[in-house]
């Protein structure tokens, strides 16, 4: 009897640590969703309007979009401290200076101050954000990497859900601290998760291996609870990039003492992410992370009850409670994209999720331009509703999760947080543009700014047509022996890359993109 009852359930028995530092790191995007969520509803609170004023669209854009200005600048260069001091160190450096932003916010007497402390709540975010995601790469097995992975982007939805309800109840609160508290929630948060960070991430094995350090790398498998084989998959895509791919395996795996301390000089160059064998990966990630922000997804979340408000819901709390139920259709649907990232496949999902965002959006974008969308009568105003909750769906269970795994995974080793901070840096400048934008064009012509983002997102949608390759269920080492496959000694690469994309525009090549394709040449 107590043998049987020391062999626990298998659902009841503890998961292995390094699901739970995923999960403790996905919280990092629960900081980013809540104040996505609490700035537009700050902005237009009575308290808010009586302290700092009524902005114009121009003025409006600007307070939103400071934080990503700066967050874009910041993320350009994050991937040097998580290189020098370590991904949890990084993280925590950038969520510290992330809190003392919204502390200032919270504080702030003067909009100057306010501004200042997104400023310096942007710089926080663009340190930390892209981080996030490399970490979980590095010590996720190829089975599992995609959930994991986009444990930051679930978290993010979490995020704006609680945002959005938080503004909602606050605004009832009289004076200055119905718009100040969520601020100070904010603070709260993120000094209780940087806390967490240093407190419980063991360091990333592979850095550690970077860095000579290989007992302390064994280590922290083990404290991480990867099992060996799970342990050696990871562990064979240190070589990409720096082993030539004819070299003979038993080479390959003989020193790999020498094969860390050759990508170790090579890992600190970062023109490295422009080298020819890598620039391609280089060119569609940052693309690929741009046109991610350029289809107007924060748009409709940072000014969610402003275009609410646009289609008819004119009353304060009616828009600030629509908002919180987009944010839950967010997470609900976020569940299953999170749990079937890796059986639905990163291309596919991309180019579906495509449509349906280019679809929905350019039907909101053709009732405000026929004049069919009238505040107090008619079908417009429903269907503009009923379509940004689609869009949100179709953004939510596809490119938020396929493009935000697939960018930083199809980068090698010596170059992948250098490439991520690169590409999170353009995603945090066409962030900036579209929070800049957004006010504007909606107070001059709300059709201009829907007609665009939807021309963004069919662009993107054909270039994935094209360039992008299936990754799904692969190994970070198989991923990068289809980019980057050899047919012979000496010559140049021909595995799959972005030129092989351009010969099946034109016709002249009708091999499929996918990780087989480099097999196909080998033979």
């Known amino acids: 009897m107590a043998r049987n009852m020391s062999v626990r359930a298998p659902w009841l028995r503890r998961p292995p640590r390094y699901i739970l530092v995923s999960l403790l790191t996905a919280m990092g995007g629960f900081l980013l969703g809540v104040d996505i969520s609490i700035i537009g509803p700050v902005t237009i609170m009575p308290s808010y309007i009586s302290s700092f004023g009524l902005h114009s669209p121009s003025v409006h854009g600007i307070i939103v979009s400071s934080l990503l200005l700066s967050a874009a600048v910041m993320s350009f260069i994050a991937g040097r401290p998580a290189d020098v001091l370590g991904r949890p160190q ?5 969520v510290g200076v992330f809190g003392l932003g919204a502390a200032l916010q919270a504080g702030a ?14 710089m926080g975010f663009g340190l ?4 996030l995601t490399v970490y979980v790469c590095e010590i996720s097995p190829p089975s599992i990497r995609g959930p ?27 004076g200055s601290i119905s718009w100040r508290l969520p601020f100070i929630i904010l603070a709260v948060l993120a000094i209780a998760f940087g806390s967490s960070v240093l407190l419980y991430l063991p360091p990333s094995p592979r850095w550690l291996r970077l860095h000579g350090r290989d007992a302390d790398a064994d280590a922290a498998w ?5 099992k060996m084989e799970d342990r050696q ?7 990409e990039g720096v082993i030539d791919n004819n070299e003979d395996a038993s080479t390959a795996s003989g020193s790999p003492a020498r094969v860390f301390e050759k990508e170790k000089q090579e890992e600190s160059d970062f023109f490295d992410l422009f080298k020819k064998d890598v620039r391609g990966r280089t060119m569609l990630a940052v693309f690929l992370m741009g046109f991610l922000q350029l289809s107007g997804i924060d748009g409709v979340l940072y000014y969610a009850p402003l275009l609410f408000q646009q289609a008819g819901l004119t009353g304060t709390e009616a828009s600030f409670f629509a908002s919180g139920v987009s944010g839950i259709v967010l997470v609900v649907i976020s569940i299953p994209a999170l749990l079937f990232a890796d059986k639905w496949g990163r291309r596919t ?18 009732l405000y331009a026929s004049n069919s969308v009238h505040p107090t009568s008619g079908a417009g105003r429903w269907i503009v509703i009923v379509c940004i909750y689609l869009y949100s769906v179709f953004f939510a269970s596809s490119w938020a999760v396929s493009i935000k795994v697939y960018a930083p995974e199809i980068q090698p080793q010596r170059t992948r947080a250098k490439a991520t901070a690169l590409a999170h840096g353009f995603n945090w400048v066409c962030n900036w543009f579209v929070a800049f934008i957004s006010p504007i064009l909606l107070a001059k012509s709300s059709s201009g700014a829907y007609f665009l983002f939807g021309g963004c997102c069919a662009l993107t949608t054909v270039v994935c047509y094209f360039f992008m390759i299936e990754t799904k269920g692969k190994s970070l080492h198989e ?13 140049e690469p021909v595995g799959v890359k972005m030129g092989a994309a351009s010969k099946r525009i034109f016709g002249r090549s009708k091999a499929p993109l996918s990780l087989a394709a480099g097999e196909e040449q080998k033979k």
């Open 349 to 366: 999902s991309t180019i579906i999720g495509g449509l349906g965002l280019t679809i929905t959006i350019t039907i909101i974008g053709a």
């Open 222 to 226: 083990e404290t991480l609870g990867v």
């Open 128 to 131: 930390y954000f892209g981080t």
């Open 148 to 174: 994991l992975t986009t444990g930051p982007q679930f978290m993010i939805c979490v995020g704006l859900v609680a945002g959005y309800f938080t503004c909602y109840g606050t605004a009832k609160i009289e």
């Open 479 to 491: 991923i990068e022996r289809a980019f980057s496959q050899k047919a012979a000694e000496g010559q």
């Open 109 to 122: 007497v003067r909009l100057a101050m306010f501004i200042v402390g997104r400023i310096i709540e942007g």
């Open 90 to 94: 990084g993280i925590a450096l950038g």
């Open 233 to 239: 998959s990871i562990e064979e895509s240190l070589e």
